[in-house]
């Protein structure tokens, strides 16, 4: 029963770096929706993925940050010129169709920038 | 804008009672909600549901009501045990959101032996 798969588990970079954030989704499923967690907070959304479609970006920081899903392979939150406030807990989720309100969780990246 | 939101950061309860967890939200225009439970270094876990046009639902130990009037939702947990101690999340959805859950803040709980 393979859910969705997160890696790394835990990253660290130094100020400057790129940080390459990898999501595979759960057998069958083809919609992919990014969270992050900043420390004392709840899950903010920030972009939701078709297979090779960005359907709604609208919680993505405008600068350094990019997601895609292509057609073959994990769907990669790409962070670049990390800074420390993007130190965080990476959510990813996935759900078979646009209109299933039931997304399963990945375990998360942890990024750590110094 | 906080659309969703959990007042309460932290609630302790004893072995063997009830734990009641509370939400509340703005946007009539949900269609569900849920809650999510999470462990430390762990990704949330769906627990239970529930449609906008219904009350109740209830999920063995989890009962979820929601207060359209209120715009208020709580999840009961009966009887709590200590495997229930994590964080708590409210979500909502909406199908007009394009399909994006917002997340309350989310509340510790941690069950006492």
């Known amino acids: 029963n393979a859910g969705v798969m997160q890696n790394p588990r835990h990253l660290v970079r130094r100020r400057g770096q790129e940080a390459r954030l990898r999501c595979s989704p759960m057998?069958?499923?083809?919609?992919v929706y990014w969270y992050r967690q900043l420390p004392e907070e709840g899950l903010k959304f920030m972009v939701y993925?078709?297979?090779?479609?960005?359907?709604?970006e609208s919680g993505m920081p405008k600068e350094r940050f990019s997601a895609e899903f292509p057609k073959e392979g994990p769907s990669i939150l790409r962070i670049q010129q990390v800074v420390r406030g993007d130190s965080a807990a990476y959510f990813c989720?996935?759900?078979?169709?646009?209109?299933?309100?039931?997304?399963?969780f990945g375990p998360g990246t942890r990024l750590t920038v110094t | 804008d906080q659309q969703v939101k959990q007042n309460s950061p932290s609630l302790s309860v004893q072995e063997g009672r009830i734990s009641i967890l509370n939400c509340d939200y703005t946007?009539?225009?949900?269609?569900?909600f849920l809650w999510y439970k999470k462990y430390p270094a762990e990704g949330p876990t769906f627990l239970i549901s529930?449609?906008?046009?219904?009350d109740k639902n209830e999920d063995g130990r989890f009962t979820v009501f929601l207060n359209k009037s209120a715009k208020h939702l709580s999840l009961h947990i009966v009887p709590s045990q200590p495997g229930d101690s994590a964080v708590y999340f409210c979500?909502?959805?909406?199908?007009?959101?394009?399909?994006?859950?917002?997340f309350g803040q989310g509340t510790t709980l941690q069950v006492k032996p």
């Open positions: 989720a996935s759900s078979k169709a646009s209109g299933n309100y039931e997304q399963y």
């Open positions: 057998k069958g499923h083809s919609h």
């Open positions: 993925l078709q297979k090779e479609n960005i359907i709604d």
């Open positions: 946007n009539s225009m949900f269609d569900y």
């Open positions: 529930i449609s906008s046009i219904k």
């Open positions: 979500a909502a959805w909406g199908s007009g959101n394009t399909g994006k859950l917002i």
